[in-house]
T-cell receptor, first 117, second 114 residues
Framework: AQTVTQSQPEMSVQEAETVTLSCTYD???????LFWYKQPPSRQMILVIR??????QNATENRFSVNFQKAAKSFSLKISDSQLGDTAMYFC??????????????FGKGTKLSVKP | EPEVTQTPSHQVTQMGQEVILRCVPI?????FYWYRQILGQKVEFLVS????????KSEIFDDQFSVERPDGSNFTLKIRSTKLEDSAMYFC????????????FGPGTRLLVL
């Protein structure tokens, strides 16, 4: 079974600074996807970024980028130029690409990020 | 931009009552999901649905739960006899496929069972 671990329950960062959120996962699969979702106080789940395991290049989306280390099973999220609107719970998630349970997202427990003015 | 919608946003019910949570997935998506998040805990998979039948379900999804796509647009989750521990945020999600596509989530329904 796959597991996702986020070891930082809470983090804070000053506005305009950079912060990195950690995520590790455990799987015997070779083909999978990794995601970061953001959940602001409104509690809606919003996709931040996605990484395909077969791609070596790290995904980027504007101020958000990941450091994907497949051998180490590590998938950290870097937020540059942090903004007040980035304040949210951030969830790391894993999804198998093939086989049983494909399509089922497995989430970590989340990291609560506070951006301070 | 198309989005997943859910109704109601909040629901309060008495223990033992039936509730139906409704979702309208993105129109060209074929795969639908329900997830649950008990307050302060992580999001958990409940069930996936494709081609008018359940593809997979978790151990949480027992006989008290059912899903249905009653027409071409709605996707519902029914809890037949609610328990206190069913109090949670319920998220609907949809994707075009399971192997390649990202799941897009709705805003959730906050269910409180008294």
């Amino acid at each position: 079974a796959q597991t996702v671990t986020q070891s930082q329950p809470e983090m804070s960062v000053q506005e305009a600074e950079t912060v990195t959120l950690s995520c590790t996962y455990d799987t015997s699969e070779n083909n999978y996807y990794l995601f970061w979702y953001k959940q602001p106080p409104s509690r809606q789940m919003i996709l931040v970024i996605r990484q395909e395991a077969y791609k070596q290049q790290n995904a980027t989306e504007n101020r958000f980028s990941v450091n994907f280390q497949k051998a180490a099973k590590s998938f950290s999220l870097k937020i540059s130029d942090s903004q007040l609107g980035d304040t949210a719970m951030y969830f790391c998630a894993f999804m198998k690409r093939y086989g049983g349970s494909q399509g089922n997202l497995i989430f970590g427990k989340g990291t609560k990020l506070s951006v301070k003015p | 931009e198309p989005e997943v919608t859910q109704t109601p946003s909040h629901q309060v019910t008495q223990m033992g009552q039936e509730v139906i949570l409704r979702c309208v997935p993105i129109s060209n998506h074929l795969y639908f999901y329900w997830y649950r998040q008990i307050l302060g805990q992580k999001v958990e998979f409940l069930v996936s649905f494709y081609n008018n039948e359940i593809s997979e379900k978790s151990e949480i999804f027992d006989d008290q739960f059912s899903v249905e796509r009653p027409d071409g647009s709605n996707f519902t989750l029914k809890i037949r006899s609610t328990k206190l521990e069913d109090s949670a945020m319920y998220f609907c999600a949809s994707s075009q496929s399971t192997t390649q596509e990202t799941q897009y989530f709705g805003p959730g329904t906050r269910l409180l069972v008294l």
